[in-house]
């Protein structure tokens, strides 16, 4: 079965960096739509980017400019480059794994990203 296992979250000070990884298995890991996904406490999980089997990337507003979502197909690996870190981006980061167009969805258990002096 599919299992994502993601990596490299902790604590950063406000200006920072970070850079998540997201490894997959179980899977054909190229054909798949890899997105990395944040949730705060109290607030609902949202998109933060997703890449999609041909290279094309999308991304919040709230990150453009900010993170790089790329992937390594021999590795079957996706990552999250977060760069000027600020203390709205602390949340839990889970990485999803789409079967195109629509599904199914496969998950990772989550990694900490905490954003503060």
């Known amino acids: 079965q599919v299992q994502l296992v993601e990596s490299g979250g902790g604590l950063v000070q406000p200006g920072g960096s970070l850079r998540l990884s997201c490894a997959a298995s179980?899977?054909?890991?190229?054909?798949?739509?890899m997105g990395w996904f944040r949730q705060a406490p109290g607030k609902q999980r949202e998109l933060v980017a997703n890449i999609f089997n041909d290279g094309r990337t999308d991304y919040a507003d709230t990150v453009k400019g900010r993170f790089t979502i790329s992937r390594d197909n021999a590795k079957n690996t996706v990552y999250l480059q977060m760069n000027n870190l600020k203390p709205e981006d602390s949340a839990v980061y889970y990485c999803?794994?789409?079967?195109?167009?629509?599904?199914?969805?496969?998950w990772g258990q989550g990694t900490q990203v905490t954003v503060s002096s």
């Open positions: 999803r794994m789409r079967r195109p167009p629509f599904g199914p969805d496969y």
């Open positions: 179980g899977g054909i890991f190229s054909i798949y739509t």
